[in-house]
């Protein structure tokens, strides 16, 4: 296994200049990110830099209804409860805020995406099944530069969610 250094952006206030930064080191080539950091403007502010650097992977977070747990309830996919509690990972939920992550990062596929405090869910035995249900395109590289679905969630890192 190699290492490899990545850009953690939890409490980052320069977000953008400090990834431009990271992407031009030699040898890194990810930075973590969320929907919530930054007061929900990461994501926003990380774009034009994953598009001026297409080859900078990405990882994000779900789980969390804030920053956008509003149009969530709105859109259905969120019950009202759940986002006074601050958390869900009903599949629906997943799949929409998977759906909002890609979008604001201005990704066709993020390369990975974290389940935030899984344990919250109350049944460990939950989680496969969120997996499988809420990423109906999961994919698996074939060939570089090419993906196909699969019935299963990704393992191997060379594996997307899309």
């Not at 774009?47 to 309830?73: E, I, N, R, W, Y």
């Not at 990423?135 to 191997?156: V, Y």
Request: net charge positive; charged share 20%.
């Amino acid at each position: 296994m190699t290492a490899s250094l990545a850009l953690g952006t939890y409490r980052l206030r320069e977000v953008a200049t400090a990834a431009r930064r990271a992407a031009a080191c030699p040898g890194t080539a990810w930075v973590d990110t969320a929907p919530n950091y930054l007061a929900g403007r990461a994501h926003r502010l990380l774009a034009p830099v994953l598009t001026d650097h297409p080859g900078m992977q990405v990882s994000t977070k779900v789980g969390f209804p804030a920053p956008g747990a509003a149009a969530a309830v709105a859109a259905g996919v969120l019950p009202p409860e759940a986002a006074e509690r601050g958390h869900s990972l009903a599949a629906g939920y997943v799949r929409w805020q998977v759906e909002r992550n890609r979008a604001a990062l201005g990704r066709a596929c993020l390369d990975t995406v974290f389940l935030h405090n899984p344990e919250r869910t109350g049944d460990p035995a939950v989680l496969p099944i969120v997996l499988r249900e809420a990423s109906p395109c999961w994919r698996k590289r074939q060939q570089p530069g090419t993906w196909a679905r699969t019935a299963s969630p990704p393992g191997p890192a060379s594996q997307r969610v899309c």
